[in-house]
């Protein structure tokens, strides 16, 4: 009995043994199943579609100009007396700046005044009919000219009364005629020197020299007014290169005055933007000086035409920027973002999950774990994402890429790995 009951306990060990292996081998089968199916899931990178604001915009470069600018030159070559004002400093209308030797201006202006009264006394001169001493002279030469005619006059008709009585020949008569025509023609001579001495052209002459003399005197006194260089309007000094003592050639830069509480960008956007500008859209600046500032302005003109700029086809457009506190300095070099378009509470995706395909825009949309093409209209776009207007429901989930770049079919099988 004893021999049975060993016999029966080994059977009873083989097959709980038995039992063990086959639920091991049951267990390894499911597990490789599983692993073998999840094998062939495509992992994938998915993303959601969602409702946000969206803006599209455009990416480009430009440069900050002042308002209403204010510049002074030298109006000749002289040298810088005072300065008065420094880089900086803000300052009223009127105010003075720039002071320059004017020592050379001045003696512009007297001689200049000096032509202009010779120029007047010469056209009084021509007006009288010449100077008060030869207007005298041609005066007591007019009246003995008039006695001369009037004896000659009276000479003749004695001359004619006695040659009617026969006592006088026609010979004295004839000769009395003569002196009576010279006298007659030295007094018109007389006559016209006294009242149109001088011809048009001599006239003409004489006021041309006075209208040259009044010229020099204006030039001279503008030159004088220019030697001071006073504020037109209140600002801020922001340029101011020279020094007391300092030779400034003509045409030399002084002083640069501006009101910097509103600048001016002027930028260039490519081609294929320019038909998205309009005025008033929103531009956003920045400047790599300053990266945790940002300016905010308008479009205030679109560009006109297309121009070549280097390798670029470019049209130009201005902003208005607010600067309330003149940390935009003028002629620097800043970032640009325009503002093109902006809708609230757009449903997008990332732009990665869009293809095309014979000019149709599609999704793959994730439907328990397969990939179902969803045709899409589209509208907005940004760097990042894009806006989706029909053919694709909201929270629906989209795939992204393949995570071994394997192309993204129809139907296929696919685990997210990434949301």
């Not at 830069?253 to 009101?259: G, H, I, P, R, Y």
Request: proline share 4%.
């Amino acid at each position: 009995m004893a021999r049975q009951q060993n016999t029966n306990d080994g059977w009873n060990t083989r097959l709980n043994r038995l039992w063990l292996v086959l639920v091991a081998i049951a267990v390894a089968v499911i597990i490789l199943a599983a692993f073998m199916s999840r094998r062939r899931d495509v992992p994938v990178r998915a993303a959601t579609a969602e409702r946000e604001t969206i803006t599209a915009t455009i990416q480009t470069n430009g440069k900050i100009e002042p308002l209403n600018n204010f510049e002074a030159h030298s109006p000749a070559p002289t040298a810088v007396k005072r300065v008065l004002a420094h880089e900086g400093e803000h300052v009223k209308a009127g105010q003075l700046l720039v002071e320059l030797d004017d020592a050379s201006f001045r003696s512009q202006a007297a001689r200049a005044m000096a032509q202009i009264r010779a120029a007047e006394a010469d056209l009084s001169a021509v007006r009288s009919g010449g100077t008060r001493e030869e207007v005298l002279t041609t005066e007591s030469q007019l009246a003995t000219a008039k006695t001369e005619r009037e004896a000659a006059q009276r000479n003749l008709e004695a001359m004619r009364a006695l040659q009617q009585r026969g006592a006088a020949s026609a010979g004295e008569v004839k000769d009395a005629e003569s002196r009576l025509k010279t006298a007659q023609a030295q007094l018109s001579l007389l006559e016209q020197k006294l009242n149109a001495r001088y011809s048009k052209p001599e006239v003409e002459k004489v006021r041309a020299q006075e209208a040259d003399a009044k010229a020099a005197y204006a030039a001279a006194q503008e030159l004088l007014q220019q030697t001071n260089v006073r504020a037109p309007r209140d600002g801020m000094v922001y340029y101011l290169p020279v020094r007391p003592g300092q030779f400034v050639a003509t045409g030399e830069l002084l002083v640069q005055v501006a009101n910097l509480s509103q600048v001016q960008l002027r930028a260039f956007v490519d081609e294929p933007d320019v038909g998205k500008l309009q005025p008033g859209q929103t531009v956003r600046v920045t400047w790599d000086a300053r990266p945790e500032r940002t300016w905010d302005g308008k479009v205030t003109q679109v560009p006109t035409t297309v121009v070549t700029l280097g390798t670029r086809n470019v049209g130009q457009f201005t902003c208005i920027v607010d600067n309330p506190e003149e940390k935009l300095l003028p002629n620097i070099n800043v970032n640009v973002t325009i503002v093109t378009a902006k809708h609230d509470h757009a449903l997008t995706v990332p732009r990665e999950a869009i293809h095309q395909d014979d000019g149709k825009r599609f999704v793959y949309q994730i439907v328990n774990g397969e990939l179902k093409r969803r045709d899409v209209q589209t509208a907005l776009s940004n760097l990042t994402r894009m806006e989706i207007t029909e053919g694709l429901a909201e929270k629906a989930e989209v795939a992204l890429n393949a995570e071994n770049q394997q192309p993204l079919k129809p139907d296929m099988s696919v685990r997210v790995i990434q949301e």
